[in-house]
Nanobody
Framework: QVQLVESGGGLVQPGGSLRLSCAASGIIFRIDTMGWYRQAPGKQRELVAAITSGGSTNYADFVKGRFTISRDNAKNTVYLLLNSLEPEDTAIYYC??????????????????WGQGTQVTVSS
């Protein structure tokens, strides 16, 4: 069974930085796109950034050059460097892996997976 495990969240002051990590484990042959979403209280989950297996990236407009997504394909791990954090960035950050090629019950399948989320709080 494929699992995504996030780490790196926490409490940081405005203007500070954090680095989130998400490692995918299990029997994995390929992952198409890995990304980060976030959900603040009372709001819908939204895309923050995504990166394909080839290294192409996509960022939400609100990132404004503050965040950087990267990926280690050999380790099935995606990172998100958060700089110049603002209180509005406070949310639970979720890791997502799209089109994961794996084997389940002896059958090859392709599906998406989510991590359990890591809390990022920006406050003085």
């Amino acid at each position: 069974q494929v699992q995504l495990v996030e780490s790196g969240g926490g409490l940081v002051q405005p203007g500070g930085s954090l680095r989130l990590s998400c490692a995918a484990s299990g029997i994995i042959f390929r992952i198409d796109t890995m990304g980060w979403y976030r959900q603040a209280p009372g709001k819908q989950r939204e895309l923050v950034a995504a990166i394909t297996s080839g290294g192409s990236t996509n960022y939400a407009d609100f990132v404004k050059g503050r965040f950087t997504i990267s990926r280690d394909n050999a380790k099935n791990t995606v990172y998100l460097l958060l700089n110049s954090l603002e209180p509005e960035d406070t949310a639970i950050y979720y890791c997502n892996a799209k089109k994961v090629r794996t084997i389940q019950g002896g059958v090859f399948i392709t599906r998406d997976y989510w991590g359990q989320g890591t809390q990022v709080t920006v406050s003085s």
